[in-house]
C-alpha cells in the first residue's frame, strides 16, 4: 500500500531536499503534494521526473493525507502542523517549534527509534536541530561503550543552515569584496564573506545564543538527560556542510580500540583513520553524503577518560531532509 505525503515548505532549500531524497530512496507513495505559501503558489518543483506544481498551503484540505513532512519555518508550523494531525496525518516537523514539547518526540532514528511510539499524542514528530543530529548519531555508539560524562563542541556551521537568503548574501558578499564593494550584512549580522560568526539565532539571557542552547536540551532529549554539554555554535563562509570538533568525558574507560570499532559498526556514520589516503574528511567533501563523517578520533590526556573527534555532515541532508524522510520510513515500517 502506498502513502499520501504532503511536503509543507517545498520550495526551499530543505523542502526541495526532501522530495530529492523522496524518489532517491524509492520512498512508498502514491502521490506527493508539494505546499507552500500563497506567494510561492502555481510555482513548479521537481520529484524525480516528475514536476509537481505549488499549492497554498492555507487553502489545503489534509484529509486523506498520511504524512506530513513539514519545513516551513517555526511560526507556519505552530498553526498549520497541528490543522494536519487533526486530520489524521502524522506531521514529521523540521522546525524548532514543536522540539521541547513534552508530549513530542524528538528522534534521530539512529539513536532513539523507540521514541516513535510516543508520537500518538499529538501525531506530531519533531526533526532535531542540524547540529545536534550529527553529533549525537556520532556520539550514541561511544554512549553504548561507556556513559558519556559531559561534552564540549564547536561548531562550524554553513550558510544554507539559514536558507537560501543566506546562501545569497555569501555569494553577492564574496564576489562584491573582489570588486572592491564594501560588504553589506542583511541576513546575518556581520559580514560572512571571508570570516567567522559567533552568533547563530539570538542572544539569551544565560549569554549563550539559542543554537547554543538547542545543542544541550536536545541532546538531553534524545540521547541522555545526564550529559552535560557545552556548546559554541560558529557560522562559517561554506555553502553546504557543517563540522564540529566534539570533547567528549566518559564515567569509564573507552580505549581508543574499543572507540574505533563502535563507530564501525554504527549506522549512518563512516569513520576516516588517520592512516587512510583521505586522513580526514572536509564539508567540501560530503555534500549529498547520507552519512555523518566522523575523522581525527584521538584520545583526549587532559581528562581520565576523554576523546576528541572531528565529525562533518550535509546539514540539508542528514542535518534536516534526510532525517525526517528516515522518521518517515520508520513509521512505515511499524505500520
Not at 502542523?81 to 528522534?107: E, Q
Not at 506530531?124 to 556520532?138: E, K, W
Request: net charge negative.
Amino acid at each position: 500500500m502506498g502513502y499520501k505525503v504532503a511536503v509543507v515548505g517545498a520550495t526551499g532549500n530543505v523542502g526541495r531536499e526532501m522530495l530529492a531524497i523522496l524518489e532517491e530512496r524509492n520512498f512508498p507513495a502514491d502521490e506527493v503534494v508539494a505546499l507552500a505559501s500563497a506567494r510561492s503558489a502555481g510555482k513548479e518543483v521537481s520529484f524525480g521526473d516528475k514536476t509537481l506544481k505549488v499549492q497554498d498551503l492555507a487553502k489545503f484540505d489534509f484529509k486523506g493525507i498520511d504524512i506530513v513532512l513539514s519545513s516551513p519555518g517555526a511560526s507556519v508550523s505552530a498553526e498549520f502542523s497541528p490543522k494536519a494531525a487533526a486530520a489524521g496525518a502524522v506531521v514529521i516537523d523540521n522546525t524548532s517549534y514543536f522540539r521541547m514539547d513534552p508530549d513530542v518526540p524528538l528522534i534521530v532514528p539512529e539513536v532513539n527509534p523507540d521514541a516513535l511510539a510516543e508520537h500518538t499524542k499529538k501525531n506530531i514528530i519533531a526533526n532535531p536541530n542540524c547540529s545536534t543530529i550529527q553529533m549525537v548519531v556520532a556520539l550514541k555508539p561511544l554512549h553504548d561503550v561507556a556513559k558519556i560524562r559531559r561534552v564540549v563542541v564547536s561548531t562550524y556551521q554553513s550558510v544554507s543552515g539559514a536558507g537560501k537568503d543566506a546562501m545569497d548574501e555569501l555569494f553577492d558578499q564574496t564576489r562584491g569584496i573582489y570588486m572592491n564593494e564594501h560588504p553589506s550584512p542583511e541576513k546575518f549580522t556581520k559580514q560572512i564573506a571571508f570570516n567567522a560568526i559567533p552568533h547563530i539565532d539570538k542572544f539569551m539571557d544565560s549569554r549563550e545564543t539559542k543554537e547554543e542552547w538547542k545543542m544541550v536540551v536536545e541532546t538531553k532529549k534524545i540521547l541522555d538527560s545526564k550529559i552535560k554539554v557545552c556548546a559554541n555554535c560558529v557560522r562559517v563562509p561554506i555553502f553546504i556542510g557543517h563540522a564540529e570538533m566534539v570533547n567528549v568525558e566518559f564515567d569509564g574507560e573507552v580505549p581508543l580500540s574499543a572507540a574505533r570499532k563502535a563507530l564501525r559498526g554504527a549506522k549512518g556514520v563512516t569513520l576516516i583513520d588517520l592512516e587512510s589516503d583521505l586522513e580526514y574528511v572536509t564539508p567540501a567533501e560530503i555534500q549529498g553524503e547520507d552519512d555523518v563523517f566522523v575523522s581525527r578520533l584521538r584520545e583526549d590526556p587532559t581528562v581520565e577518560n576523554g576523546l576528541n573527534f572531528w565529525c562533518v555532515a550535509d546539514n540539508l541532508r542528514k542535518g534536516a531532509a534526510l532525517n525526517a524522510v528516515q522518521i518517515a520510513e520508520l513509521l512505515t515500517r511499524k505500520g
